[in-house]
């Protein structure tokens, strides 16, 4: 069908890869380019053989003119952007450009200042309805498939959705006292930041981790989970009608929240310069390069994923919820792929989303989220390539839970 380019080699791109190649009758070619060669190498020995033909290419994507000159010589039909969210909008000039569809899995942020937001690559719409390509925003897990679960809730069992509550428990062990899931820059400023969700039109914010429940999650069973901000919050506002409140919640162990807290108190989370020894580091670039590789907690880590939406609305004039929810399991991910259960689940969608405007399904010129797009294709090849879902029209809701007392010191 067509050839792909994947920027970025790293634990999503690595099981994005593996999932290309099993699809290759969408995914007839690939060329996977990073800016350490070498991991792309490292890809294409391991997979190299079957259907898909693969090359490697080395690539700054923070350069525009570096990605212009390799889009030009690959000619891809879709990029995927799989490196970091730094590089969004270099690589969407760049597929602007050279006319190139366009996918990513996490929305923009400059590297100065933790700020997640949408607005700069809304901005480039008109530009890419001008050039008559597409860009597919946020095709992880989430955002991604719970954007996915929210247009497919609404297509077929409600008229109208007012509360979602996306619930996203990990309940993997890696034997680690402290170590991030993924790329432990972007994790940690996002779980230091403010609290924030959605309510009637305005943003309520919270202290970081201050709205604190217990659930009982299918497969994993209690966990204590957080009220976080997320980026898929902002296009869900937006684009589901009616809505009248969403919240994002996320689970974390106590071991985890106190290494952090430390580290926060001692400024090692920090993502201003400091001088040390003649030179600028960033206090959190240089946290990063001791913790583990989070590629390499694959093998070690056991347990389950479970994450999905919980939704409550009206159908018919009636009170109407439903929860629709993937459960992974760490070691069956690392069997197939080489990687646990949190690139896989990001991996995925990634080689999903890019099949869908491959394909033609989601090709519709301009800037959109996955909810924008009929949900139904991507369901279907949710279940055919590892991640299938559940559905529940009983679920136990977030607010029939009780308060739990908030958090000692230790995270505030
Ligand atoms: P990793 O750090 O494992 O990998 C990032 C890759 O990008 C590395 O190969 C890195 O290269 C490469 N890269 C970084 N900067 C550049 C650059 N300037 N030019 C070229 N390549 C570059 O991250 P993950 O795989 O864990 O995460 C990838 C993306 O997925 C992130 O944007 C993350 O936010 C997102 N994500 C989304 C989720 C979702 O559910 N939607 C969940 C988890 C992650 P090098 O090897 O040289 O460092």
């Avoid at 030179?279 to 994923?305: E, H, M, N, W």
């Avoid at 439903?322 to 069997?335: A, G, L, M, S, T």
Wanted: with cysteine.
């Amino acid at each position: 069908m067509g050839k792909a380019l994947i920027i970025g080699a790293g634990g999503v791109a690595s099981v994005a890869v593996h999932k290309c190649v099993q699809n290759s009758e969408v995914f007839e070619e690939i060329c996977i380019a990073s800016r350490t060669k070498s991991k792309c190498d490292d890809l294409k020995a391991k997979l190299d053989g079957g259907k898909t033909k693969i090359t490697t290419a080395q690539v700054d994507a923070d350069n525009v003119d570096e990605l212009i000159a390799l889009i030009n010589e690959v000619k891809p039909d879709i990029v995927m952007n799989l490196a970091l969210p730094y590089q969004d909008l270099t690589i969407m000039d760049a597929c602007l450009a050279t006319k190139t569809n366009y996918m990513d899995t996490a929305n923009y942020e400059p590297e100065d200042t933790a700020k997640f937001e949408y607005k700069w690559q809304w901005d480039y719409k008109e530009r890419f309805e001008k050039a008559g390509i597409t860009a597919l925003l946020g095709s992880g897990f989430d955002p991604g498939v719970t954007g996915v679960f929210s247009a497919y809730a609404l297509k077929h069992y409600f008229d109208e959705i007012e509360y979602i509550d996306i619930l996203d428990c990990n309940g993997g062990d890696h034997g680690y006292p402290f170590a991030t899931n993924f790329n432990p820059e972007i994790n940690i400023r996002e779980v230091s930041a403010n609290g924030r969700y959605w309510e009637k039109g305005e943003w309520i914010e919270t202290q970081p981790m201050e709205i604190k429940r217990v659930y009982d999650f299918k497969e994993v069973g209690e966990k204590d989970m957080y009220l976080l901000y997320h980026e898929e919050l902002e296009s869900l506002a937006k684009n589901m009608p009616g809505l009248k409140r969403i919240r994002f919640f996320m689970t974390f162990g106590q071991s985890y929240l106190t290494h952090l807290k430390a580290l926060e108190n001692v400024g090692m989370t920090s993502i201003e310069p400091i001088e040390y020894e003649g030179k600028q580091i960033i206090p959190l670039q240089f946290l990063k390069a001791v913790l583990p590789d989070p590629a390499s907690l694959g093998p070690r880590t056991v347990g389950k994923t479970n994450i999905g939406c919980i939704f409550k609305g009206k159908k018919d004039g009636q009170d109407k919820t439903y929860y629709v929810y993937n459960i992974c399991d760490h070691q069956e991910c690392f069997k197939e792929v080489g990687s646990q259960a949190i690139s896989y689940t990001t991996g995925v969608p990634a080689m999903i989303g890019a099949a869908m405007v491959m394909t033609g399904k989601w090709n519709k010129p301009g800037v959109y989220n996955v909810e924008e797009f009929n949900p139904d294709p991507f369901m279907e090849e949710l279940n055919k390539w590892g991640l299938p879902w559940v559905e529940d029209f009983n679920p136990v809701l977030v607010d029939e839970l009780p308060e739990e007392a908030k958090e000692s010191e230790l995270v505030r």
